[in-house]
């Protein structure tokens, strides 16, 4: 199973990125996907997730309103569309492949990612 991420980078505050992350060796329609992202120095951190058919998303409440979660089963993508970004964003942001559990527990998740970073400049 691979996950790769895609679309970070440097972004003025308030400004706007679309992350990708392309799956492969899974079979991607059956599964929840989230993101999460993690700061140096800090705990990985749930930002979103979305169900296998798209219709049910959840979002962190330090995101909510700037950022949403959208997947494309025929592309076996899932992407982070984030808006509004503040400084306190930057982070390495990672997707994965939910497994069992709560959606917003890193522990739920199997597969993951390598990590696209994301800087956010004032």
């Known amino acids: 199973v691979q996950l790769q991420a895609s679309g970070g980078g440097l972004v003025q505050a308030g400004g706007s990125l679309r992350l990708s992350c392309a799956a492969s060796g899974l079979t991607f329609s059956n599964n929840f996907m989230g993101w999460f992202r993690q700061a140096p120095g800090k705990e990985r951190e749930f930002v979103a997730a979305i169900s296998w058919s798209g219709g049910t998303t959840r979002e962190a409440d330090s995101v909510k309103g700037r950022f949403s979660i959208a997947r494309d089963n025929a592309r076996k993508t899932v992407y982070l569309h984030m808006s509004s970004l503040k400084p306190e964003d930057t982070a390495s942001y990672y997707c994965?492949?939910?497994?069992?559990?709560?959606?917003?527990?890193?522990?739920?998740?199997?597969?993951w990612g390598q990590g696209t970073q994301v800087t956010v400049y004032s």
């Open positions: 994965a492949a939910h497994n069992s559990g709560n959606v917003d527990s890193a522990l739920s998740y199997k597969y």
